[in-house]
């Protein structure tokens, strides 16, 4: 395999044959107007960039082009890519202590507002908005506004860039079963039950099945059944999971579980969702489409030929999938913040993102790259449209504000108030009106904890 | 009970009460086997599931082809380094532990001084705290004298929890020891290090093996420590284990794979030392 020489200008790493003409062309100028950089300039040389992201698709794709990176840069980057688990405790820990250790981190969706608030992230506008620094190719305006949103601080100014949109979709393993029963995809709360019901042990199959992480995939049937986690996120965060809506969501919920869940459904994380999907053990699912995309993996997945997606479950207060946005930071701590900002930039830039989701990246954030057909092509199967999915939940998301509650910096603690009450009702240990007030209390000592005032 | 009283039935017992008592005998058996599947099963599922291909790891099936994929991908992943300084950290910090605490020990348990036990009792402190409380502590004095991510601060940590066991195990083991071996030792010219070297301490062998057992898996199966303090030269096998779980999904056969890895030395080491082992736990149990 032929290696293509890299040069890195004005934020790109530009083919060298093509710099060459671009040179020629523009006399000493650049091809994006820039400064240009002589042939042999090695603008980071001696600098060394420790860098972190957890374990993901769009790492392994990253982690073989990074010395073309530095090739261009004369940087030497330490690219550490651990598990997620993993990862979201060392930043942490890295972040709230403002050590130094790294120079560009993932900013988890989960942590984001907690980092960002806290002042533990640098703003990035200053970077963002030098032309000396960043070119107008990098256009960052091609992001998914859903996807920038999580990314700014209270101050309004941007702590991140987006490389991963994920959003929540829903999945019918074997389709083929339900148009034989003679019904159509699901797309409210009533068809989900009624669609649920009907396959439940039909093909030896459970008829729902979902991630034990409810303060992710519970929210949609909350917040479709007109409920929400706060009064008015990130304003007022005074708990609503004792309201009424909020518990007929969770009676509802905890019954497609109980009911219609394989056994020991409350056990199951993420992935066992999805093997017992790919497996054809489980029919109905709402989950994100990182996971849910899986079913159509004709190498892993027994049901490829038979699977269909469509959004999540709409309800009376209509449909909220949930987003969950990954971006490059920079910690406030590091030493290396003009050469983290450079690797940042070339690590999401158009040129690398159009290259990762030609390589078959499945999640880009950029909209050129949503609307491109190589990636639209790939994410059509068995004729269904998963990119249209996605950009359409990110979009609405943007639009209608609910993944605002996800920007409460105590979210975390009262995430798991809302995974024991589902828990809790499903297991039959307590009513849905008892869970969901104790949660309800359980949170508000916890945002109180965290010194919210509620 | 002999298993010759229960084994052979006399043959003088009417002929119900034989039958009554075979099947008691076929009863416990079954009992025994069934208690030996429900402890073994978790470990025999790992092992099963560490050959099946990847996309088969949760497969109910008993039939399947093994491969050995999953291994083969641990050794991509870099997780034989990750193996070897598990073995590393574990090897040094009991033996630096057993070095310090063994003497410390000793003299705690023959001499006599002011605040001794309370000496014993500040030693003891370190596992009374959970690991947490040390973290953070742990993790800015490391970052300050650039300990981070090195196999010499993870046995540094070991260290300090282990001494605790070894100090307090040991004391026991060279108590139960009569004075008098000693002193006739001394009388016939032995130094007190000498004393101690080549009669003392032999005879606490049991006990210095079932101490080491203890700090070895201590050191071995820490994961809490490993995944605050290392980074990518010094993680553990706890810690590259969790890694593969990714985001997009777990790696469950090599998850086996690694899980039946990290249970061999522990299983191999537990073997070889089984009969002191047992001895050395077990000694003062009964007052003589």
Known sequence: ??????????????????????????????????PALALDSKPLKGVTLNTSLYSSPYSKLLRPWIPEFEEATGAKVNFDTPGFPVYNQRADLELSTKGAAFDAVNVTFIYSSRWINSGWLTPLDGYINDPNKTPASFDVNDFLEGALAPERGRDGQLYGIPWQAEVTIAAASRFDVLKQSGLAFPDTTDAWL?????????????????????????????????????????????PTLDSPEAIAAAD?????????????????????????????????????????????????????????????????????????????????GSKNKDAAWQFIRWA?????????????????????????????????????????????????????????????????????????????????????????????????????????SV | MHAETWHNVPPSLPLWQRAVQGAQRHLRSTAA?????????????????????????????LVFSPTLEAFAGLWQDNFARSFGNSLLVSVLSTGLSLLLGVPAAYALSRWRFKQRRQV??????????????????FFLAFRWLGLLDSVWGLVLVYLTFN???????????????????????????????????????????PGLVATAVLCFIFSWSDFFFALILTRTQAVTAPVAIVNFLQYDGWEWTKIAAAGTMVMLPVLLFTVLVRKYLVHGLTAGGVKD
Request: include cysteine; hydrophobic fraction near 45%; proline fraction near 5%.
């Open chain 2, 120 to 137: 014993a009792l500040w030693v003891l402190c370190t596992r009374m705290a959970p690991p947490i409380a040390f973290t953070i502590p």
């Open chain 2, 163 to 205: 001494l605790a066991i070894v100090i307090w195990m040991m004391q026991g083991f060279f108590e139960a020891i009569p004075t008098a071996l000693e002193e006739a030792a001394w009388m016939d010219g032995c130094s007190i290090w000498s004393a101690f070297w080549h009669v003392t301490l032999p005879l606490t062998r």
């Open chain 1, 194 to 238: 009624e669609a649920a019901k009907l396959l439940n042990r039909k093909e030896r199959a459970a008829g729902f099945v979902t991630d034990n992480h409810y303060g992710w995939t519970f929210i949609p049937f909350l917040q479709a059944f007109g409920g929400d986690v706060f009064r008015k996120a990130p304003d007022d965060l005074f």
């Open chain 2, 33 to 61: 086997v069934l208690v030996l599947v429900l402890v073994l099963l978790p470990f025999l599922w790992m092992l099963q599931m560490a050959f099946r291909p990847a996309g088969d790891a949760l497969s109910l099936d």
């Open chain 1, 1 to 34: 395999m032929t290696r293509t020489t890299y040069h890195y200008e004005g934020g790109l790493l530009v083919p060298r044959r093509k710099l060459l003409v671009s040179a020629l062309a523009a006399g000493a100028g650049s091809v994006l107007g820039f």
């Open chain 1, 252 to 332: 509802y919920f905890a019954r497609l579980l109980r009911e219609y869940g394989p056994d020991g459904v409350v056990s199951y994380t993420s992935d066992q969702a999805v093997q017992s999907l790919k497996a054809g053990r489980s029919h109905l699912s709402v989950q994100g489409q990182i996971n849910l995309s899986q079913l159509a993996d004709k190498s892993s997945s027994k049901v490829a030929a038979s699977a269909a997606w469509g959004q999540v479950p709409k309800g009376v207060a209509g449909r909220f999938p949930g987003t969950a946005i990954h971006g490059w930071g920079i910690p406030v």
């Open chain 1, 348 to 452: 999401t830039s158009k040129e690398t993102l159009q290259r990762a989701v030609a390589a078959g990246y499945g999640s880009p954030t950029r909209r050129s790259d949503i609307d491109s057909p190589t990636y639209r092509e790939r994410q059509r199967v068995n004729g269904y449209d998963i990119a249209s999915l996605v950009t359409a939940s990110v979009d609405l998301s943007a639009k209608q504000g609910h993944m605002k509650y996800r920007t409460v910096a105590a979210y975390p603690q009262v995430d798991q108030q809302i995974n024991k009450a589902i828990e809790l009702i499903v297991t039959g240990q307590r009513t849905p009106e008892q869970a969901m007030k104790q949660a309800q209390t359980a949170s508000i000592a916890e945002l109180r904890r965290a010194g919210v």
